[in-house]
């Protein structure tokens, strides 16, 4: 009798973990079909599932914050009519009217307005003061061109080993340019989170992930770190400050143990990070992918660390991989130090080796 009881429970506790899955697809579905103006995708979603007009994102936003934001009349008038929240506030406390002012969607203000919608929150701080025009089409990603950066009145606001950061204006808005030093133009190791991590003005990214390593080009041989959403910028006044910032941010699966447990942390989280994203191209599956995100982020947390089935890569990765993810973020190499291994990893490797980890 025992043992049926188990069973049935554990097929329940399966099948509601299928449900969260499908749940969690759907609203991110939703989320994708407000922002694209797809009124027909929404209203069917809706009619199969009313409860994800209460949908939200990471930063707590609506499908109606979404259609406010771009003014999609249509869509913002099919979830009014399936009971959306005129006035709910996303992380920055801001409602879809407050939004849709923020954007100057007169329609849509007009809309929010009529159904009892509320102006309150930072209004607008999703917008620049000043419209910015989109890129230019023939470009294969959102990038400034370097021509249009006006340092005719710029300010040098912090300097480092390798770089300084001054406050310019692009097309009329002030910005922050981090620019390398003349004398390091050239040097190969002044890149991506080594950059980023130059002190004495520290960006730590906070949620390093598959997701959020771009690649340039089809043949994937040119990468760039995105989305800074979450990134922090510290004044480091010693190599060896911690910070008392925001624990648990960024994305679980691949979150160092001192987020997840709320502890001070520095720039070594990304490090951290950074193992995980190179168990995952070593092995070809996320770490603990038989966890869910949380609880895998707890197991790790607890002291347990990936392990290694795949044989096609040479000892060296995975030792780099080990002292990436050490359970001391003192230990824990810097992105300059990793950079060097890497390059010797690479000199060390046979041209006609399998894996193109390097292939230039």
Not at 41 to 64: F, G, I, N, Q
Not at 125 to 143: G, M, Q, T
């Amino acid at each position: 009798m025992s043992s049926g009881g188990g069973s049935s429970e554990a097929a329940a506790a399966a099948k509601e973990k299928e449900k969260e899955k499908a749940r969690v697809s759907r609203t991110s579905l939703i989320l994708w079909h407000a922002h694209q103006d797809d009124a027909a995708a929404v209203r069917k979603l809706l009619e199969e599932d009313p409860s994800l007009v209460k949908a939200r994102d990471y930063d707590s936003r609506t499908p109606l914050h979404v259609a406010s934001l771009h003014g999609w009349v249509e869509v913002a008038n099919c979830l009014i009519e399936f009971g959306a929240d005129v006035n709910a506030q996303d992380r920055w406390k801001n409602t879809p009217l407050a939004d849709a002012e923020g954007a100057k969607r007169t329609a849509m203000i007009e809309l929010l307005k009529s159904h009892g919608g509320l102006s309150y929150g930072q209004n607008g701080s999703h917008f620049e003061p000043s419209p910015v025009l989109p890129p230019l089409p023939n470009k294969c990603d959102w990038e400034v061109d370097p021509s249009e950066l006006d340092f005719s009145n710029s300010v040098c606001i912090g300097k480092g080993s390798f770089g300084e950061i001054l406050k310019a204006h692009w097309r009329g808005t002030p910005v922050a340019v981090k620019r390398i030093l003349p004398s390091l133009s050239d040097d190969r190791l002044v890149i991506g989170m080594a950059y980023l991590h130059n002190e004495p003005n520290v960006i730590i990214h906070r949620d390093l992930k598959p997701r959020n390593v771009l690649l340039v080009n089809s043949s994937a041989d040119h990468l760039k770190v995105g989305d800074f959403g979450l990134s922090k910028l510290i004044k480091v006044q010693s190599a060896h400050d911690v910070y008392k910032m925001t624990g648990e941010t960024g994305s679980y699966r691949y979150m160092a143990p001192e987020v997840l447990k709320h502890r001070r942390y520095d720039k070594k989280v990304d490090v951290f990070s950074f193992a995980m994203i190179l168990y995952e191209m070593l092995e070809g599956e996320p770490p603990f992918s038989n966890y869910e995100p949380y609880d895998g982020a707890k197991y790790v947390a607890e002291g347990h660390r990936p392990s290694f089935r795949g044989k096609g890569y040479i000892p060296e990765l995975r030792e780099l991989t080990e002292q990436c993810w050490d359970a001391d973020m003192k230990q824990r190499p810097s992105f300059i130090e990793i950079i060097k291994h890497l390059e010797k990893i690479k000199e060390n490797l046979p041209s006609d080796h399998h894996w193109h980890l390097f292939t230039s």
